[in-house]
């Protein structure tokens, strides 16, 4: 009982700094738990060794629920949520999530390592090197059917890798030239769905595996879901406030700096 404390203790301790992170940057925080956790779940031995990153990434993604929940209230309390085109965003990147997360008892530990190693390297790269020297072009969003096809696939992406979809969507709404505040809203907004979907799928395909009364809903591990959703709830609302007042893009070199070491964690593992 002392260790199961410890353990929710410790995903506390995560949900307070992914929260912040979530309402600053539109992003659900998984690129952070899934390898902090699977450290977690790994030194407290919770369970077999070759479903730790799944977990990990199922219960990330479940965690972004209430995540994204509270950080969407407050980016739409200030007006940040684009709900013009927001609907047609969801729609794909709920398909996306779904798919991805049916797909997760098929795919091997080590792939799926992978992937979100070089998911994370890009995105790293993107927010690197994104500001000031982009293009001053500009874009106009595709038609609704499109959009809705292309975050298909950023919502298949996301929920296979665990995160609430901003790292890849707010780049891509940008590209577009839709306002970063904008965009970070939306993605925060989008972020319910692609957890929503994702975790229906990860509760389904892990069912058979893993069972309730040792804590699992599927491939959700839920003291650590109560863990890192009883902190992240509260300091999510604060990130978003925080866009109004902390240079972003500063913030967003620093954290590419943090998802290279987290990259290179995952591969060396």
Known sequence: MSELILLIFYCALLGSGVGFLAGLLGIGGGLVIVPILSSILLHFRVLPIEHIVITAIATSLASILFTSTSSALAHHKNGNVPWDIAPWIMVGVALGALLSGFMAAWLPEKAVRMVFAISVMLIALKMMFSGKSQAQKQRNLPNKGVLALLTSLTGGLSAMIGIGGGAVLVPLLTFFSLDMKKAIGCASACGIVIALFGSIGYITSGSDLLALQDGFA??????????????????????????????????????????FLVATKMLLV
């Open 218 to 259: 599927g491939f959700v591990y839920l003291p650590a879901l109560i863990g890192i959703v009883c902190t992240s709830w509260f300091t999510a609302p604060l990130g978003a406030k925080a866009t109004h007042v902390l240079p972003v893009s500063t913030i967003k070199k620093i954290f590419a700096a943090l998802l």
